[in-house]
């Protein structure tokens, strides 16, 4: 019988949706609580102690366990998934080195991509600029440069191919996909990446996909 999923979450964060999207996509059931991070609610004594001491959302519930980071979730969902009975795609290479490739741009979403293309859609749409500490408007400028050297790298990569590893969808597109969609949000202009713009069609185009605003 197969563990309860649970994600803990504040659904208008591209980190939550990575989750809600991969399960999407493999088919598998998943109840949503839901958090506003702007009012304090995961950092609660209740949240701190019951389901992520560093009051941090994401956490994928499976059972009587929590995993934080959303990544490591996305992983956790779609390893093994089919051979549990769910339908849907394979979101895991079966090649060894394509599976390296794919943690590889995991990783590139995480450190490159995320803190700089998430992190100005957070302060701009939901804390405003005029909001920002001192420090944070300083981070402006080299933050949208880094965003945008991200954004370069992607769309050169996909000017050769549909998706980041093989020939099929794969976590990496599901990570990347999740803020990329919404970076304009954060001031940048996606018409500037024609491959990137074709990219996001084919992963909105997949079956079982899901909307970040789907209830």
Known sequence: MREQLVLHEDPRSGNCYKIRLTAALLGLPLQRVDYDILRGETRTPDFLSKINAHGRIPVLQVGTRFLPESNAACWYLADGGEREGTEGVGLIPEDRFARAEMLRWMFFEQYSHEPNIAT???WLLYVGE???APQQREQILMKRAGGEE???QMNEHLATRDWFV???VSLADIVLFAYTHVAEAGGFRLSDYP??????HRVAAL?????????
């Open 130 to 132: 005029a909001n920002l």
């Open 120 to 122: 100005l859609r957070f």
């Open 207 to 215: 079956p079982g996909f899901v909307a970040m605003d789907s209830p």
């Open 166 to 168: 093989g020939e099929a």
């Open 150 to 152: 991200a954004l370069r």
């Open 195 to 200: 491959a990137i713009c074709a990219w996001l």
